[in-house]
Antibody, heavy 118, light 110 residues
Framework: EVQLVESGGGLAQPGGSLRLSCVCSGFMFSGYEMNWVRQAPGKGLEWLSYINTRATTTYYADSVRGRFTISRDNAENSVFLQMNSLRAEDAAVYYC???????????WGQGTVVTVSS | IVMTQTPLSLSVTPGQPASISCKSSQSLRHRDGKTYFYWYQQKPGQSPQLLIYEVSNRFSGVPDRFSGSGSGTDFTLKFSRVEAEDVGLYFCMQAVDYPFTFGPGTKVDI
């Protein structure tokens, strides 16, 4: 069974940092591209970042470029999102999402909640 | 690429057909000939789930009452017969170019 389990969310102060983790199981992690997508309370979905299988290519949404960094550890079946310079508008549920070739976002984690407040 | 959906709210009767429209601000047909357009369902309190990929392909386990169609910039998700378990949010998304962008979502209720 494919599983993606996020962790690392919580309360951060404006300007602060958090590091999200996503541990994957049930598939050959090193063979899949990964992404982070977020959903602000009562809002729609926003794609944030992508990383390829060997971590040689990354992409970011304009809203987080320069503040967030995606990475992965294929030995640990994990993908990460380092979030710096957090803003109130970064408060959301953050989802770890798998891409399977042309099948974009075929499996989603349960999400981890990030709150940004002083 | 901006994605728009209509309607934003849809009240349906179980057993009846229904549809959601999605339009993109530019063509989603890639130079490789494929059209990178997707539909996702988010049931209340759950993570989103993939319903349809590349316009019309149902993902594994998706009931055949869901179907997708369209081309270029205009796409449709159809429910042949709505069931009570279909309540939730439905999002379209384009993946022809980064940043991938979602529609605002359509809330479906009974």
């Amino acid at each position: 069974e494919v599983q993606l389990v996020e962790s690392g969310g919580g309360l951060a102060q404006p300007g602060g940092s958090l590091r999200l983790s996503c541990v994957c199981s049930g598939f050959m992690f090193s063979g899949y591209e990964m992404n982070w997508v977020r959903q602000a309370p009562g809002k729609g979905l926003e794609w944030l970042s992508y990383i390829n299988t060997r971590a040689t290519t990354t992409y970011y949404a304009d809203s987080v470029r320069g503040r967030f960094t995606i990475s992965r550890d294929n030995a640990e079946n994990s993908v990460f999102l380092q979030m710096n310079s957090l803003r109130a508008e970064d408060a959301a549920v953050y989802y770890c999402v798998r891409t399977s070739g042309p099948i974009i976002f075929d499996y989603w984690g349960q999400g981890t909640v990030v709150t940004v407040s002083s | 690429i901006v994605m728009t959906q209509t309607p934003l709210s849809l009240s349906v009767t179980p057993g009846q057909p229904a549809s959601i429209s999605c339009k993109s601000s530019q063509s989603l047909r890639h130079r490789d000939g494929k059209t990178y357009f997707y539909w996702y369902q988010q049931k209340p309190g759950q993570s989103p789930q993939l319903l349809i990929y590349e316009v019309s392909n149902r993902f594994s386990g998706v009931p055949d009452r869901f179907s997708g169609s369209g081309s270029g910039t205009d796409f449709t998700l159809k429910f042949s017969r709505v069931e009570a378990e279909d309540v939730g949010l439905y999002f379209c998304m384009q993946a022809v170019d980064y940043p991938f962008t979602f529609g605002p979502g359509t809330k479906v209720d009974i």
